[in-house]
Structures are given as C-alpha cells and as structure tokens.
C-alpha cells in the first residue's frame, strides 16, 4: 500500500458488545495524515468506548482498527507508542510533583534526560504551569489540572493525540491557547477529538462524525453539516414580561421545529414554510421586544439530529 496515502487512522466495521448492550454497530471511518478530526455525539453515544478502543485500552467484539498502520489489538505496545492521549478524567499521579508526572510519562516512553528537559521546560511554560512546576496536582485548581494532563499527552511528541473532552473545566482565555496550539500541529500531526463543546468542533476540526446509539448519523466538513438545516430558520425573540407563557405557546405551534427557552430568550427553529407572521400573532404586541434571526450552526444540526439537548 502507498504509504503516502494511508490513513492515519483507519476502521472497520468496529462493533463492541457489553453483554446484550451494543455500544458500537458496524463504525467505520478513516482519518487522514495531518488533519482534526471530531467524534460528535450524546453522553452514552459510543464515543468515549470508540477512543478505548483506538487507544488500546479495550479489545473491539468484531471489526478491526489500524493507528498508522498497526493493528490496536495485535500490535497494540507499538501503537502505544505512537499515540498521546487526554482522557477525560484527570487521572494525574497526586504523589508526584507537575515536573514529576512528566518525567515520569517521559521514562514510560523510553526517553532519555537530554530528549525530555527542554521539551518539558516548553510544555510548562506553554501551559502557564512553570511557577507551580514543582507543586503537587491536588494544590491545583480543575484548570490546571487539565492543562497539565494536555501537557503529558504531549510530552514524547505523539504522532497522533488523542482528545476526549480535552478543554473542560478551562476558563476562555486557557481554552483559546490550547486550541490554537492544536491548530499549529495541524499537518504535522494527527488530532482525534470529541467533544461537546459546538465551538470547539467547529474551530478546529476538518471532518466530523457524529454518532447516536452507537452508529453513525452524519459526516462532512462543518459546512457541509450545516447545509443539512438550510432549510430551517432560526431566530431569537425577546420579550419585555411572561416569556414562559409564550414559550409554552410557540412550542405548541406545528411549524415549529424546536424551541428553547435561554435566559430569557425564546430560541425558535422554523420548518422550511413555517411562518414568521404566524408566530408573532401568538405574542401580544405590548409584550413583544425585539426579533432576530441567526445562521444555522453546528449546534443546530447537533440537536436536529440527535433530538436532544447537550449533556456535560
């Protein structure tokens, strides 16, 4: 096979059974060398079982599945090798100090001293972590924690990471460094992502799946994922007093796609020649502030899709 073209991550027809539950039925999907892939998907979708599988952690009931062309079941301790990985659990070691946790994911990998001080030097300082190197995690806010769990996946320069869930728990300002240094490894090396964050899907990712009870619902590029609701239109009502009421009132309304109610506002999704008119006549002009309308967004087609809201 021409090296050039082969996948970076490559499966097929991946299922995995716990007892009489299937988690996974039949997934198939190949990554590219150099891209960001994102697994979007409800909690209890397969995606974090689809990861365990990639990462060797478990065994796939049927099907099979290559990192850089070694199979995680035959060749699984190469595979180790080659991967970086962000659970989505701070499974830090709590006995050992920052700089400790990555030396000792440095040993684990077979570096040498001279391979792993400067690299860890940069990750710490990268991560805004170079002050409290030598404290130990359980001193660490939730943030930090997770900056330095990044920061190990990071440290023997992974030929393709491994991202579950990877920013939560990060303030905007620590989310936005860590996306954008996702995005300068991008070409060099091979991303993996799920998440439930849309924004952070749609930043970074090249193609994304998303999965519902364990099978495959939809792909493409961000763009194309939206096409899939053009038909629909969105908007945001305001009103000045009784937004419960007309809430209750416009979710009973045929034409209605789906409607939230946020912080006051009524958030409205339309069926392709649902009427705008129709909807305000429910709403007594008094009570009603303001209307606006907004571009569908990946988070739209999440919620289309899967028929629910998104869960933490």
């Not at 599988?53 to 850089?68: E, Q, R």
């Not at 989505?88 to 001293?113: C, F, S, V």
């Not at 569908?296 to 028929?307: C, Q, W």
Request: hydrophobic residues 40%; charged residues 25%.
């Amino acid at each position: 096979m021409d090296n050039v073209r082969q996948p970076e991550i490559d499966l097929r027809d991946i299922t995995k059974n716990y007892g009489h539950l299937q988690a996974l039925k039949g997934i198939s999907l190949s990554v590219a060398k150099g891209t960001v892939f994102g697994l979007l998907g409800p909690n209890g979708a397969g995606k974090t079982t689809l990861v365990n599988i990639l990462t060797t952690l478990i065994k796939p009931s049927s099907g099979w599945a290559k990192i850089c062309g070694f199979d995680v079941v035959r060749e699984a301790a190469k595979v180790r090798s080659l991967i970086g990985v962000v659970p989505q659990e701070n499974n830090l070691d709590r006995y050992l100090t920052a700089r400790e946790n990555l030396i000792l994911h440095a040993k684990m990998h077979g570096m040498k001293p001279a391979g792993y001080k400067r690299k860890i030097d940069e990750l710490l300082s990268l991560m805004g972590l170079s002050e409290r190197q030598h404290d130990f995690p359980n001193k660490f806010s939730v943030g930090m924690q997770r900056r330095l769990v990044v920061a190990r996946a990071l440290v023997h320069d992974p030929q393709v990471l491994f991202l579950d869930e990877p920013t939560t728990g990060l303030d905007p300002q620590a989310k936005r460094l860590i996306w954008d240094y996702f995005l300068s490894l991008k070409g060099q090396r091979t991303i993996f992502l799920t998440t439930h964050n849309m924004e952070e899907a749609d930043f970074l990712c090249d193609q994304i799946f998303i999965i519902d009870h364990g099978t495959l619902i939809a792909s493409g590029t961000s763009g194309q994922l939206k096409e899939m609701v053009q038909d629909n239109r969105y908007y945001a009502i305001e009103v000045y007093q009784q937004a419960e009421k007309y809430f209750q009132i416009i979710r009973q309304l045929p034409f209605v796609e789906k409607v939230n109610l946020q912080d006051g506002q009524i958030q409205v999704c339309l069926q392709k020649g649902g009427s705008l008119g129709s909807l305000v006549e429910r709403i007594d002009p008094p009570d009603l502030k303001k209307i606006s309308s907004h571009q569908p967004s990946l988070e739209d087609v999440f919620l289309k899709l899967t028929g629910r809201s998104l869960r933490t």
